[in-house]
Every structure is written in structure tokens, then in C-alpha cells.
């Protein structure tokens, strides 16, 4: 299974970036997906989640408003529209995919099984 997130760049407060994730190596619909975020000298947090048939999402709160996620079952990828984007939400951004698990464990980062390499979101004020 291979995660390839991109999208990543410098943006001014305020601003907006859309993230992209490519995935394969498995039956992409059959899974749900999620994006976390890491920022420096912090641990890795959710930050959103899709399920498989992308009919529910969940968000942490601090993007909830600002952030939305979605997928292309046909294309094999998900995306992540942020907007008003803040200075503290500079971070790595990471795309995770995990086998259909309780709404409960969509925002644990240990129910996810595969990642993707990152791709950095820098705000600036």
C-alpha cells in the first residue's frame, strides 16, 4: 500500500491550500481515510477522517469550519480543502488509511495501518 500526499506550501494567514493523497495498493473504497497533522516539537493529532463511502466525516475541532475532507472512490485519492488557514496550523500533513473501524476509532492514530511520507503546511502571520 502506498500513500503519496502533496499540496503542501508556504501560505499567508488567512489564506487557502488544497492537499492531495494518492493511494493504491488496495481496494481504495473499501477503506476509510483520515489526515493528521504534526507540528514542530508536537505530537502527531487528527486533524480529519472520511469513511469509505465518504457519506460521514469527522474533524477535529480546531478545523472544524475551516477544513474540509474528500475523496474520489474513482480516482483512488482524498483531498483536504483548508481555508482561513492559521499560523497554528503549520505542520506536516499526513495522509492514513485503515480498514472500516468503529466511529470511535477514526481519529486514533494507532487504527491506522498505512501512511503516507508528508507533505508540509507552513502559515505564516
Known amino acids: 500500500v502506498q500513500l503519496q500526499a502533496s499540496g503542501g506550501g508556504l501560505v499567508q494567514a488567512g489564506g487557502s491550500l488544497r492537499l492531495s493523497c494518492a493511494a493504491s495498493?488496495?481496494?481504495?473504497?473499501?477503506?476509510?481515510m483520515a489526515w493528521f497533522r504534526q507540528a514542530p516539537g508536537k505530537e502527531r493529532e487528527f486533524t480529519a477522517a472520511i469513511r469509505y463511502r465518504g457519506g460521514t466525516t469527522l474533524y477535529a475541532d480546531s478545523v472544524k469550519g475551516r477544513f474540509t475532507i474528500s475523496r474520489d472512490n474513482a480516482k483512488n485519492m482524498v483531498y483536504l480543502q483548508m481555508n482561513s488557514l492559521q499560523p497554528d496550523d503549520t505542520a506536516v500533513y499526513y495522509c492514513?488509511?485503515?480498514?472500516?473501524?468503529?466511529?470511535?476509532?477514526?481519529?486514533?492514530?494507532?487504527?491506522?495501518?498505512?501512511w503516507g511520507q508528508g507533505t508540509l503546511v507552513t502559515v505564516s502571520s
Open positions: 492514513a488509511t485503515t480498514p472500516r473501524v468503529a466511529l470511535s476509532g477514526l481519529a486514533a492514530p494507532s487504527s491506522y495501518d498505512y
Open positions: 495498493g488496495r481496494t481504495f473504497r473499501d477503506y476509510d
